[in-house]
C-alpha cells in the first residue's frame, strides 16, 4: 500500500482547453497522466490530487474530466483548487454524497490512510503584483492585495484547522497536510500554514499549483523544522505522481 500526490492536471476534454503552449511538457499531458499513474499506483493505493482538476466552470461541464480521474488506478482524493470553479466551497458534502465510492473531495473533513489523517484545504498566498527595479530586485508590492489576502488566509486556516481538529477528534495522532496554494510566497520564510503543520506535527505539507522553471522554488522544499515539504505540480513532476508514504 503506498500513498501517493499530484496536483494541476488541468484536464479539458468537455472544455476543450489545450495546455501545449504552455511547453513541452504540457503536449498531451492526459496522456502522460493515463501512462504514469497507471505504471505507479496499484488499486490498493490512494492517490491524493492537489486540486485544479478540471477546465470546466460548472459540474456538468467537468464530467468527462471527472470520469478520466476516476479511471485512473486507486483510491482517488480531490483538494480544490483555484480553478475548480465547479466546487462550491459549501458544496463538499453534496459532492461525496454525489461521488460516493468512486472519489473524495476533501475539504472541512479528512481521509485515513492507515494509521494516517489525511487532512487539507485549497489554502492561500498573495502572489503579487510585486514590483521590481530593472536588476530584477525586489522593491515592493500590491499591498491593497497583500491585504485582502490576509483575509483568504485566515478563511482557509478555519477550514484547515476544521480538518486538523476532526482527524484528533477521531484520534489520529499522525497528519499528512495537502494544500493547493504553496504554503509561503516568495516573500515568506514561515506562513500561518508552516506553524499549522509544525502545531499538530504534520510529517509532511504536499502543495502544488506552481508551474514552470521559474515558479518551482516559489516556497519551502525539502526538509523545513522537522517537516517534509513536497511541490507535486504535475508539470514539475512529469506527470509522474510523487510518493508521500511507502
Ligand atoms: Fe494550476
Ligand atoms: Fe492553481
Redesign the pocket.
Known amino acids: 500500500m503506498a500513498l501517493y500526490a499530484m496536483g494541476?492536471l488541468?484536464l479539458g476534454f468537455q472544455a476543450g482547453k489545450s495546455m501545449d503552449m504552455f511547453g513541452r511538457v504540457w503536449k498531451h499531458h492526459e496522456r502522460k497522466i493515463k501512462k504514469y499513474v497507471t505504471q505507479m499506483v496499484k488499486p490498493e493505493d490512494t492517490l491524493v490530487l492537489t486540486g485544479?482538476h478540471s477546465w470546466g466552470r460548472k459540474l456538468p461541464e467537468c464530467q468527462e474530466d471527472l470520469a478520466f480521474i476516476e479511471t485512473l488506478p486507486g483510491r482517488k482524493i480531490l483538494l480544490r483548487?483555484n480553478?475548480d470553479m465547479f466546487w462550491d466551497a459549501k458544496k463538499t458534502q453534496r459532492l461525496n454524497g454525489e461521488f460516493s465510492g468512486r472519489l473524495f473531495f476533501l475539504q472541512n473533513n479528512f481521509a485515513i490512510y492507515e494509521d494516517y489523517a489525511l487532512v487539507g484545504t485549497k489554502g492561500f498566498t498573495f502572489e503579487g503584483p510585486f514590483y521590481l527595479d530593472r536588476w530584477g530586485n525586489l522593491t515592493g508590492w500590491d499591498e491593497k492585495k497583500e491585504q485582502q489576502a490576509h483575509k483568504l488566509v485566515r478563511r482557509e486556516m478555519n477550514r484547515l484547522r476544521d480538518s486538523f481538529e476532526q482527524a484528533k477528534a477521531a484520534g489520529f495522532l499522525k497528519f499528512i497536510m495537502f494544500l493547493h496554494y504553496p504554503p509561503t510566497n516568495i516573500l515568506e520564510k514561515t506562513s500561518p500554514f508552516t506553524e499549522i503543520a509544525e502545531e499538530y506535527g504534520a510529517e509532511a505539507v504536499v502543495y502544488s499549483?506552481c508551474?514552470g522553471e521559474r515558479r518551482y522554488g516559489d516556497s519551502i522544499r525539502g526538509t523545513y523544522h522537522g517537516v517534509r515539504y513536497m511541490l507535486v505540480s504535475g508539470d514539475y513532476l512529469e506527470f509522474r505522481p510523487a510518493l508521500v508514504l511507502p
Open positions: 494541476d488541468h485544479d483548487g480553478h499549483h508551474h
